[in-house]
C-alpha cells in the first residue's frame, strides 16, 4: 500500500460558490501530489449572514483501477458540475479508504454521515463495509475559538485484488453567524490509498 494516498477526493468552504473575481474551488479531485486534477463550483449557503449552514450532501465516489489513467468520479449534489471526473491518475488495487474531517478554526463544522463502501472484483460486489453513525468523523469548534478538530475513519477490504470502489455518503458544513471561514478551513477529504500510484 502506498504511504501516501494515491488521490483524495474532498469538499470544503472555498468561497460558497462566489462567481467573480477568481473562483475558488468548493470540491474536487487531487492527485497524490495534493495537485487538483479537476475541479467544481457550489453554494453551500444561499443567505451566510446568519452563519453556514449546507445541510446534510449526498456526496459519491466512483474510482476504477488502471495502470496508466484510471477512472475516478466525484459526485457532489448541488455543485456546478456533476460528477467531476479524471481519468489522469493510474493507480493499482484498493487497499484502504480513509474518511478524514477538519475544522481549521473556531466556530466551524465538517461531519460526515451514512458512509457507505463497497468493493468490487471484476464488476461483482465483493465486501460492503458501513460506518456506524457514531464513528463517521465530526469536527466540530462551533460555539468556540482558537480551537481547531480533526476527525478520520477508515474502511479496509479484506482481500488484495480490489479493482473498484463505491462511496457514498453525506457532508456537512457549518460555521457560526460571526465567523467568515477562509477557503480550507471546512474540509472534508476522501482519501484513497493503492498498491501502487502513477499520478
Not at 51 to 58: C, K
Not at 133 to 159: F, H, I, K, W, Y
Request: glycine content about 12%.
Amino acid at each position: 500500500m502506498s504511504v501516501l494516498p494515491c488521490f483524495t477526493a474532498f469538499v470544503r468552504f472555498g468561497d460558497n460558490g462566489s462567481s467573480t473575481n477568481h473562483p475558488v474551488s468548493e470540491y474536487g479531485i487531487n492527485d497524490a501530489q495534493g495537485i487538483p486534477a479537476v475541479t467544481g463550483q457550489c453554494v453551500w449557503d444561499a443567505s451566510p449572514s446568519d452563519g453556514i449552514d449546507s445541510g446534510w450532501v449526498s456526496v459519491q465516489l466512483v474510482a476504477s483501477v488502471g495502470s496508466s489513467g484510471g477512472a475516478v468520479g466525484w459526485t457532489v449534489i448541488g455543485g456546478v458540475t456533476v460528477p467531476v471526473s479524471t481519468s489522469a491518475i493510474g493507480f493499482g488495487a484498493i487497499d484502504e479508504v480513509e474518511f478524514t474531517a477538519h475544522s481549521m478554526s473556531g466556530g466551524t463544522r465538517m461531519a460526515m454521515s451514512e458512509l457507505r463502501v463497497e468493493f468490487f472484483v471484476g464488476g461483482v460486489l465483493k465486501q460492503a463495509v458501513d460506518i456506524a453513525a457514531e464513528q463517521c468523523p465530526d469536527a466540530d469548534t462551533l460555539g468556540q475559538s482558537n480551537v481547531t478538530a480533526e476527525d478520520s475513519v477508515s474502511a479496509t477490504p479484506s482481500r488484495d485484488d480490489i479493482d473498484k470502489v463505491v462511496v457514498t455518503g453525506r457532508v456537512l458544513l457549518q460555521a457560526d453567524a460571526n465567523v467568515t471561514p477562509a477557503a480550507n478551513n471546512i474540509r472534508g477529504e476522501l482519501r484513497i490509498y493503492t498498491s501502487s500510484c502513477n499520478p
